[in-house]
């Protein structure tokens, strides 16, 4: 069925009631919308503009103190 001109007027018609009728929920949810994208922006400039890690060094990152001591005393505990 092709669009005719009539039918396009048509639902432009219904899309300016449905967006200027009072407040509405589809009136609301472009202000959300509109707000959400506000508050992307600073969201977005921090996470591109943020430094990088440092690496962790040369054998990867470091142990976390008494690790090995720990896990030596699990060994002990599970084997008796």
């Given at each position: ?38 508050l992307a922006l600073p969201a977005t400039a921090t ?34």
């Amino acid at each position: 069925m092709p669009i005719t001109s009539v039918a396009l007027a048509g639902l432009s018609q219904k899309l300016v009631t449905l967006i200027s009728t009072g407040p509405g929920g589809f009136h609301w949810a472009l202000w959300v919308c509109g707000a959400i994208a506000l508050l992307a922006l600073p969201a977005t400039a921090t996470l591109l503009l943020r430094r990088p890690a440092p690496p962790a060094g040369r054998h990867g990152p470091a142990p976390a103190p008494g690790t090995e001591e720990a896990i030596n005393n699990q060994v002990r505990q599970i084997t008796g």
